[in-house]
């Protein structure tokens, strides 16, 4: 492999120098992987490809680097530069998409990268580093762009892959520069999302005060939020039962005001319920919500695939995959169908993971809803799934793809009550006009409640993450469809994808963080004094949710709803 002393590369027009590094391609040409949807061929360090119909998914057509022609050892930061453009692509802004893997070139297709990317007719920069995490042998990994979601032909070219080892931060390499339609301050979508959420995220509130019977004139009423009744909520990942100084402070931010809710883990898998050890920090994350009065959503019941389930289920037949699946789920339920979930994850990604009900039909599906809902007869039940709404793969096949099994799932029989859409970012960020747009799309077709159920985005733009953090939970809080706003955790010490976190592992806020306070604490928060009038009434508009009202030396507590809200509070 040749080695680089050092290489100057483009960033957005500013000259950046990259460590000397392994070249672990050197100057052989990309690969088409077709199948029946597409055509196209590779050259060196690049290729083109165009997608004739788009697929269920986006691997159903694909072009990749050669193997990297030496090994990766744990912990080496691998840094990946191309070029793209999109010749032609069948949608509105004519933009072509794609997702990035840094993976094994065979089964199982592990990695430990993954991005993505869109570009117009005109060529863009790309940028990502990932650090490995584990050995590699030669001849193992590649990189893969998936591109087959959409009817569209691109062109890849300067692709470059170096090992720069395992002592670069990575924090100083280029990354790719983000942005998209409606960031700009006097956007005009901005004005509207501030009509809708007056209209659907705030109640009018009524204080009548009396003595004896007499309205009292001229009193201070103060009117304080204690908690937002739109789950506003995180990932609570497996901090709670533990004793540091992290945990400590990861549990102090689960408890406040920054979140309304959090989605406890109950996966089903090796390292999930399967282990001891799991299982314990589950029940224990749980037990810890129930005694302070978390509302809690639980994530998930079945991920149907032999991938994210126990190895005990391998080798067996149709009728004992049967038998293991609903054995296992009901011994699940009868431990945790006591608890107060208001929210369960029932399906999750059927879109791409469809191995089991390849197997034993569509009916294991239904079924498993009607397990979720004998158990938890008051929750609302989900199927959740990726790749719905993100980036330029909105509005393509695997929008249509997901809304055909949630609208089966309805016309079976299933007890589904709501919908939950990822929001797993690259560097690929849906405009809010978009969003809103699938939105009324889903509202139309399914006809439930939209929850964005994992939201993050994987960049090193932190500007751009807090710009577009802001936008999409501003489009995602006003459209009057959406029933909830869930990160994906917020600490970069154990998020899976660190770039995507909130907080830096030394706790310090990233700019996507203060976003989060200011919208979450602050402008969607109320708290507020107000006099009464010469009927003794005291009004104002607030967002709706749980509040405590003071007045006279008197406290009640109560919530602000929709319909008309009326306190009378004698003193």
Same mark, same amino acid.
């Given at each position: ?212 019977? /007499? ?68 029940? #224990? ?9 978390? /509302? ?57 993971? &469809? ?85 009324? /799309? ?103 949710? #749980? ?14 709803? /929709?319909?008309? &809200?009326?306190? &009378?509070?004698?003193?």
């Amino acid at each position: 492999m040749m080695q680089l002393s050092a290489l100057t590369l483009l960033l957005a027009a500013v000259q950046t120098q990259v460590p000397a590094g392994t070249d672990l391609l050197g100057q052989q040409p990309m690969r088409v992987s077709l199948g029946t949807i597409a055509e196209g061929a590779g050259r060196p360090q690049g290729g083109r490809i165009k997608v004739l119909r788009p697929g269920k998914n986006g691997y159903e057509a694909e072009i990749k680097s050669a193997l990297f022609g030496a090994p990766v050892k744990k912990g080496d930061v691998v840094y990946i530069t191309y070029r793209a453009r999109a010749v032609s692509a069948a949608n509105e802004s004519s933009t072509g998409s794609w997702g990035l893997f840094l993976q094994r070139g065979r089964e199982p297709w592990d990695g430990f990268g993954t991005s993505s990317g869109n570009a117009g007719k005109t060529w863009r920069n790309f940028h990502n580093s990932f650090v490995a995490d584990k050995d590699y042998d030669a001849e193992t990994l590649e990189v893969t762009f998936h591109v087959g979601g959409s009817t569209q032909e691109l062109e890849f070219d300067s692709l470059r892959v170096l090992n720069l080892g395992a002592s670069v931060d990575i924090s100083k390499l280029p990354h790719t520069q983000l942005t998209y339609e409606g960031r700009e301050a006097n956007a005009p979508w901005r004005k509207r999302a501030a009509a809708m959420i007056e209209r659907n995220r705030k109640g009018d509130l009524t204080v009548v005060l009396k003595r004896r019977g /007499r309205p009292l004139a001229n009193q201070t009423v103060r009117v304080q939020m204690l908690r937002h009744a739109y789950p506003f909520g995180t990932f609570s990942e497996y901090h709670v039962p533990k004793d540091d100084p992290n945990s400590a402070r990861y549990r102090e931010l689960l408890a406040s005001r920054w979140f309304s809710r959090l989605t406890v883990p109950i996966y089903w898998a090796d390292w999930g319920w399967a282990s001891p050890q799991s299982r314990k920090e589950y029940l #224990d994350t749980i037990a810890w919500c129930l005694a302070r009065g978390i /509302r809690m959503k639980a994530h998930t019941l079945l991920w149907p695939s032999q991938k994210w389930s126990p190895s005990t289920l391998k080798g067996l037949d149709d009728a004992g995959l049967r038998r293991a699946i609903f054995s296992a789920m009901d011994e699940r339920i009868a431990a945790l169908r006591k608890f107060d979930f208001e929210n369960v994850d029932v399906l999750n990604e059927l879109k791409s993971e &469809t191995e089991f009900g390849d197997r034993l039909g569509f009916g294991l599906y239904t079924e498993t809803f009607a397990r979720a809902r004998r158990a938890w007869p008051k929750a609302d039940l989900v199927y959740n799934d990726y790749g719905v709404f993100e980036g330029a793969q909105a509005e393509t096949s695997a929008t249509d793809t997901f809304e055909r099994i949630a609208r089966r799932l309805k016309s079976e029989g299933a007890p589904l009550t709501k919908i939950g859409l990822q929001g797993h970012f690259g560097e690929d960020l849906t405009p809010p006009v978009l969003v809103w747009k699938v939105l009324d /799309r889903f509202q139309r077709t399914i006809g439930l409640p939209v929850e964005l159920t994992e939201f993050d985005i994987d960049t090193r733009d932190e500007r751009a993450q807090a710009d577009y953090t802001r936008d999409l939970m501003t489009a995602w809080f006003a459209h009057p469809s959406t029933s909830g706003f869930t990160a994906w955790g917020f600490w970069e010490g154990s998020h899976w994808k660190p770039n995507g976190a909130m907080f830096r592992k030394d706790w310090s806020p990233k700019p996507n963080a203060k976003v989060w306070e200011d919208l979450v604490t602050k402008q969607w928060w109320t708290d507020a004094t107000v006099k009464t009038d010469a009927q003794g009434r005291a009004r104002l508009r607030g967002f709706l949710g #749980d509040y405590k009202i003071t007045a006279g030396g008197k406290s009640v507590k109560t919530k602000l709803e /929709r319909s008309k &809200t009326t306190v &009378t509070i004698g003193l």
